[in-house]
T-cell receptor, first 116, second 112 residues
Framework: AQSVTQPDIHITVSEGASLELRCNYSYGATPYLFWYVQSPGQGLQLLLKYFSGDTLVQGIKGFEAEFKRSQSSFNLRKPSVHWSDAAEYFCAVGGENAGNNRKLIWGLGTSLAVNP | DGGITQSPKYLFRKEGQNVTLSCEQNLNHDAMYWYRQDPGQGLRLIYYSQIVNDFQKGDIAEGYSVSREKKESFPLTVTSAQKNPTAFYLC???????????FGEGSWLTVV
């Protein structure tokens, strides 16, 4: 079955510390992968996406993610977290065969808290 | 600025009443979507539209209806048939259904 798992429901880090948010997927075809961020009560903002090519993807706000096909993972990283990064983070996967966003599968999200 | 505008941001309605949430985009996107978000459940697709005058059911369409009479607009009606309408509703759009989707700011619906 197709699925996206974000194993960490909630993470707390100190400001300035590094961050890694995990995303594992199960998908039968070549995946398209996305990370979105959501501030409380707001819509989702695209951080980065992977369709093909270089498996290390750079996004906005200093985030990056690495696609590892052998591990079915697309983990999000940031070397130094800022207090403004506190938010909910969602991983999503779609497929080239679907080529269609109705097939996007969403993780349940990871809530990030940042200590001063 | 280009973007997706949802209104109202907050809406309260009595049980049994239909309500309509507005979604307008000026991105010239062909595809539009409605998602529902509940705590701890991620996003669930209600309806989507690939082009004007066409729309398809998503995963949880029961109790909802939509229209797509204009490219810019994709209103969602939450009908009295929807058993648990209280939720956060997100509208989104993409250039076409194979491209990255972009979201509006969301609408909170509370039914009492």
């Amino acid at each position: 079955a197709q699925s996206v798992t974000q194993p960490d429901i909630h993470i707390t880090v100190s400001e300035g510390a590094s961050l890694e948010l995990r995303c594992n997927y199960s998908y039968g075809a070549t995946p398209y992968l996305f990370w979105y961020v959501q501030s409380p009560g707001q819509g989702l903002q695209l951080l980065l996406k992977y369709f093909s090519g270089d498996t290390l993807v750079q996004g906005i706000k200093g985030f990056e993610a690495e696609f590892k096909r052998s591990q079915s993972s697309f983990n999000l990283r940031k070397p130094s977290v800022h207090w403004s990064d506190a938010a909910e983070y969602f991983c999503a996967v779609g497929g080239e065969n679907a080529g269609n966003n109705r097939k996007l599968i969403w993780g349940l999200g990871t809530s990030l808290a940042v200590n001063p | 600025d280009g973007g997706i505008t949802q209104s109202p941001k907050y809406l309260f309605r009595k049980e049994g009443q239909n309500v309509t949430l507005s979604c307008e985009q000026n991105l010239n996107h062909d595809a539009m979507y409605w998602y529902r978000q509940d705590p701890g459940q991620g996003l669930r697709l209600i309806y989507y539209s690939q082009i004007v005058n066409d729309f398809q059911k998503g995963d949880i369409a029961e109790g909802y209806s939509v229209s797509r009479e204009k490219k810019e607009s994709f209103p969602l009606t939450v009908t009295s048939a929807q058993k648990n309408p209280t939720a956060f509703y997100l509208c989104a759009s993409s250039r076409d259904t194979g491209n990255t989707i972009y979201f509006g700011e969301g609408s909170w619906l509370t039914v009492v």
